[in-house]
């Protein structure tokens, strides 16, 4: 599995951003899917997960209701819509992937796979 996300950039708050991430590796599924922010001086907070066959998702309460996560499977791209931005939303969004839930409780930790960061910046 190897992870590349696009789509950071800048936006003013209460705008939306979309990010994605492509899986181009020769392991062409993996259970879940995901979405880590960090920012200086702050642990990395596990965003959003999905599995596989998009029955289960997760979010953190700090984004519940205007992130939306989903994945394209047959192309093997995972997305994450985020709408009504704050301030607080930046960060250094990774994308990452595992074989278990788990990967998104302790700081990320066990995610087994981890893609480059890309930054998301909301103005004030």
């Known amino acids: 599995v190897q992870l590349q996300a696009s789509g950071g950039g800048l936006v003013q708050t209460g705008g939306s951003l979309g990010l994605s991430c492509v899986n181009t590796g020769t392991i062409a599924r993996i259970n879940r899917m995901g979405w880590y922010r960090q920012t200086p001086g702050k642990e990395r907070e596990a965003v959003s997960c999905?599995?596989?066959?998009?029955?289960?998702?997760y979010y953190a309460d700090s984004v519940k209701g205007r992130f939306t996560i989903s994945r394209e499977n047959d192309k093997r791209t995972l997305y994450l819509q985020m709408d009504s931005l704050k301030p607080e939303d930046t960060a250094v969004y990774f994308c990452?992937?595992?074989?278990?839930?788990?990967?998104?409780?302790?700081?990320?930790?066990?995610?087994?796979?981890w893609g480059k960061g890309t930054l998301v910046t909301v103005s004030s």
């Open positions: 990452a992937a595992a074989h278990d839930f788990i990967a998104w409780i302790g700081g990320g930790n066990h995610v087994e796979y």
């Open positions: 999905i599995s596989s066959s998009e029955d289960f998702t």
